[in-house]
């Protein structure tokens, strides 16, 4: 059992830690609906962030749902978008009966590929939704002139980049809005959990409306919103865990570096590239295999992980625009780099606490597999 590595394990303070932020609640019996901690906790993501509004949600996906509602586009209206992603971001464009136009990516940190945008836009194109995948920043200027250009929103899926810095700005202060995912598989977590920053005041306000049934006072109700509240014991997790974000960084950090020491400069392996201008938050370690070159595939190395108890995943796979449920609505041959990236990237087990000791296991069996 203890050889066992799962790809990725929840940080938690320490249980008196939690105990102690939660023991108000016992006192005061309000568990949600903008309690005291709820207050507390959005301040301090403020603050972290250096965003101007915060709304915080009960999960990331609710988070980015919500705000593409509030944005109000027409229906079927195109939102250029990547494939190479979570579920998440493809389903809250499709469930906010928008349609998702496919944008490639790029080969050095495979956010979207900002030169292939202008091509995709028409003149039902809403909005563009790019993703900071695995925290790596998309190109945010020529996004920003692009979308002025057309007069087009733009929504950041930021679920992977808590902390992620670009020119010493929060990745939650570009676009219109950013969403950032709270999951406890994120590097920072309320358990569940999510929040959109933004610049303007008035769609904070109405984000907080919406996430709650619409309503705006005790007979008011000018929106037909939902329930996507974030609890006061979810804030209180995040009170805790902000507190310990820096070591928490810290020590994937040296994760990190321990992986790119043993696996850079191998023939047939690449490794992400470092981001001029950015500070990471070392949320994913991603690995892409070239079989002809290293001589074993993706799949070949994440079975010879799992022979030895370790979790490695096909994190992005398949494409978004692959999945069963768009059944040949979409044709995943039109980002031909996205396919290819997708058939071929593993990551690998990244959380802190991971020994160097077993993050060199990892690479020996990694390595075992090339020629
Ligand atoms: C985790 C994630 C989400 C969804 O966040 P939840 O908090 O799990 O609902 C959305 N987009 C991406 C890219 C994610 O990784």
């Known amino acids: 059992m203890e050889n066992k590595i799962n790809v990725t394990r929840s940080s938690l303070p320490d249980f008196e830690e939690y105990c102690d932020e939660i ?62 992603t979570f579920a998440s971001t493809t389903h809250a464009i499709v469930r906010s009966g928008l349609k998702p136009v496919f944008c490639d990516i790029k080969p050095d940190d495979y956010t979207i590929d900002e030169s292939l945008i ?41 679920a992977h980049s808590f902390g992620v810095t670009y020119n010493g700005v929060s990745t ?79 020590m994937r950090k040296s994760v990190v570096e321990r992986y790119r020491l043993r696996l850079s400069g191998i023939k047939g392996i690449t490794l992400c590239g470092e981001q001029s201008g950015a500070v990471t938050n070392y949320a994913y370690f991603p690995v892409v295999f070239d079989r002809a070159e290293f001589g074993a595939d993706r799949d070949e190395v994440l079975h010879a992980l799992e022979q030895q108890d370790i979790k490695a995943r096909k994190y992005f796979y398949p494409l978004t625009s692959a999945f069963e449920c768009y059944h040949h609505m979409f044709n995943p041959e039109k980002t031909p780099l996205a396919l290819r990236i997708s058939q071929s990237v593993l990551t690998l087990p990244l959380y802190s606490g991971l020994s160097r000791t077993d993050v060199d296991r990892i690479c020996d069996i990694v390595t075992g597999c090339g020629k």
């Open 23 to 84: 023991k108000e609640l016992w006192e005061s019996r309000w568990l949600t609906n903008n309690g005291i901690k709820h207050r507390q906790f959005e301040q301090q993501v403020k603050d972290y962030l250096g965003a101007r509004n915060v709304t915080l949600f009960t999960n990331g996906h609710l988070a980015l749902e919500n705000v593409i509602e509030a944005m109000e586009f027409p229906v079927g209206a195109e939102v250029i978008t990547t494939p190479f």
């Open 118 to 158: 202008e091509g995709l836009i028409t003149e039902k194109t809403c909005a563009i939704l790019p993703v900071h995948v695995y925290g790596n920043v998309c190109a945010v200027e020529a996004i920003r002139t692009l979308a002025e250009k057309h007069a087009l929103k733009v929504i950041y899926d930021a």
């Open 172 to 250: 939650a202060n570009f676009g219109d809005a950013a969403m950032f995912s709270f999951h406890a598989t994120k590097v920072f977590h309320t358990i569940e959990g999510g929040a959109v920053c933004c610049h303007d005041d008035a769609l904070a306000r109405k984000l907080g409306y919406i996430k709650n049934f619409g309503i705006d006072g005790p007979e008011s109700t000018p929106y037909i919103g939902g329930n996507a509240k974030m609890n006061e014991f979810q804030a209180a997790m995040g009170i805790c865990n902000l507190r310990h974000l820096k070591e928490e960084i810290e």
